[in-house]
């Protein structure tokens, strides 16, 4: 399949622990042309302001009433979402899999392999929360950088602090209601 030559940004989270147990583990990339990404920000702050005192976090959203309003009111914004859910029990036979750094790389990169299978798009700008620490996250830039060139013609990655990132949110908050379902 050829790449498409629209330019997109993407917006990854996810919800659960990089332990291997008997929980789900959400991964929720979303997806916004880039031209169309200040103005979905633009909008995403405005409904953050009117429910949630500006900062979206699912685990922060305890009424159910709120968690429907605000996702309701982002749905009606253009953009689009990909999910992985993963049942952690599933990987207990992949010993590589219980040290959390070794996880989170190789559920990513699982994850871009889909993102590229659905978007097919010569540029794409990936914005990640931030995970584990400053040595970890430049080790996660390079391993991402070596692994993503084949898939991704034109690949950018910023790793970037939830409560500094909108997109980031709602990919968060997105997380965290399919893990709650």
Do not use: W
């Amino acid at each position: 399949m050829e790449h498409n030559t629209r330019e997109l940004s993407v917006f990854i989270d996810e919800s659960g622990t990089t332990k291997i147990n008997k929980e789900l583990y959400v991964c929720v990339a979303l997806i916004v042309p880039t031209e169309e990404v200040e103005s979905f920000l633009l909008q995403i702050s405005d409904i953050a302001q009117k429910y949630t005192n500006g900062i979206i976090k699912s685990s922060k959203i305890r009424s159910a009433a709120t968690r429907t309003q605000l996702l309701s009111e982002i749905c009606k914004l253009r953009f689009s979402y990909i999910a992985l859910i993963v049942n952690k029990s599933e990987l207990e036979q992949y010993p590589g899999l219980q040290y959390p750094e070794s996880f989170y790389k190789f559920l990513h990169k699982r994850f871009a392999v889909c993102i590229d299978l659905v978007t097919k798009c010569n540029k794409i700008h990936f914005e990640i929360d931030s995970y584990g620490s400053p040595t970890f996250e430049e080790q996660f830039e390079k391993y991402f950088h070596d692994r993503m060139s084949l898939l991704f013609p034109e690949v950018t990655l910023k790793i970037n602090n939830d409560e500094n990132s909108y997109g980031i949110q709602v990919a968060d908050l997105i997380a965290g209601t399919l893990g709650r379902c």
